[in-house]
């Protein structure tokens, strides 16, 4: 089950992740490790995953990467840049995360469920979780038309518009950070 719901996950974010390998076996190999599965809800569709994302508050995180795999998998050179990428990029507390605001993160559906509503199963599921006063979204593509669409459908708001550098280069123009208050 770790294997694929890591392999869910690399194909979400496969661009992202394109300069390491454009073949998602040796990502999902050197990611497979580091997922604090405790952290990954997942909706299933006859028995296999079809989406995932994490739920973090306070000082949680959602990965514990190790230096090994990722040189394994990726060679020493990648591999290290790919750790320290994980490292820098996917780990830490966002502003604003606390004890009674949750994060959610890591949205990702499988190709063959795409399009079906497995995501917002998922993420009503996720924002009905009792004890918290809000949850968020952080640093989302301007450019992902389909989750922002979704984000909004289910009632996130925009809060924060951070643009990018090097857009033209980089693809998209700004990361969008969403909310949504329950209480």
């Given amino acids: 089950m770790r294997r694929r719901i890591t392999e869910v996950l690399v194909h979400g974010f496969a661009e992202d992740f394109s300069f390491f390998s454009k073949d998602p076996g040796p990502l999902a190999d ?18 296999n995953p079809a989406a995932v994302a994490t739920l973090t508050s306070g000082t949680e995180q959602c990965f514990a990467p ?21 490292r820098n990029q996917f780990m830490g507390v966002s502003e604003g995360v606390t004890d009674d605001v949750a994060e959610i993160g890591f949205v990702a559906t499988a190709p063959e469920y795409q399009g079906r509503g497995v995501a917002t199963v998922l993420l009503r599921h996720l924002i009905a979780v009792p004890g918290f006063r ?28 951070r643009p990018q550098k090097h857009a033209a280069r980089a693809g998209f123009e700004a990361y969008v950070s969403m909310r949504l208050d329950v209480e």
């Fill in 134 to 161: 809000a949850f968020v979204l952080e640093e989302i593509k301007d450019n992902n038309t389909p989750a922002l669409g979704l984000y909004r459908k289910l009632g996130f708001t925009e809060y924060r518009r």
């Fill in 66 to 86: 190790k230096w090994a795999p990722f040189r394994r998998h990726l060679g020493l050179l990648r591999g290290t840049v790919c750790y320290f990428v994980v």
């Fill in 30 to 47: 050197a990611f497979a490790h580091m997922l604090l599965l405790d952290r990954f809800h997942v909706a299933c569709v006859d028995g």
